[in-house]
């Protein structure tokens, strides 16, 4: 099974240099006007997931709270500290959780869109 998270937004263009050159992902395709829709799809090849932002003339109106999240688990501590390096250069404000779990096994950031992302350093086996 493949996994796809799609989201809509006002801000293709932020969102795409954060997951780009925050986090690190690549560029696995995009589209224009199809159906009124921009879109672009980021992830790392090779992998059976990826994330799916999408643009038109109608306005996104997002709606979440705290414990909404995307975990990321990068698999090497090479990849760990390069995010870390990368937020730091990017100036982006570390937040707290309200969940204790994620302030103890990661760091939590929010995307342009306000959402919370957290990079964890546990490994996932």
């Known amino acids: 099974m493949e996994f796809r998270v799609a989201r809509h937004t006002n801000k293709l263009e932020s969102l795409i240099a954060f997951y780009r050159d925050i986090l690190n992902f690549e560029i696995l395709g995009n589209f ?5 829709y921009d879109g672009v799809f980021l ?3 090779g992998l059976n997931w990826h994330l799916e932002f999408t643009k038109s003339a109608v306005h996104a109106q997002h709606q979440f709270d705290e414990d909404d999240i995307l975990v990321f688990y990068p698999k090497t501590n090479n990849d760990y500290n390069k ?7 990017g ?6 959780s309200t969940n204790p779990y994620w302030n103890k096994n990661g760091i939590m950031i929010q995307d342009p869109d306000g ?6 350093d546990l490994k996932i086996q």
Do not use: A, P, W, Y
């Open 32 to 36: 224009i006007n199809h159906d009124t």
């Open 43 to 45: 992830g790392r090849k």
């Open 83 to 89: 995010i870390l390096h990368n937020i730091e250069q």
């Open 91 to 96: 100036q982006i404000k570390i937040k707290e």
């Open 115 to 120: 959402f919370n992302v957290i990079i964890s």
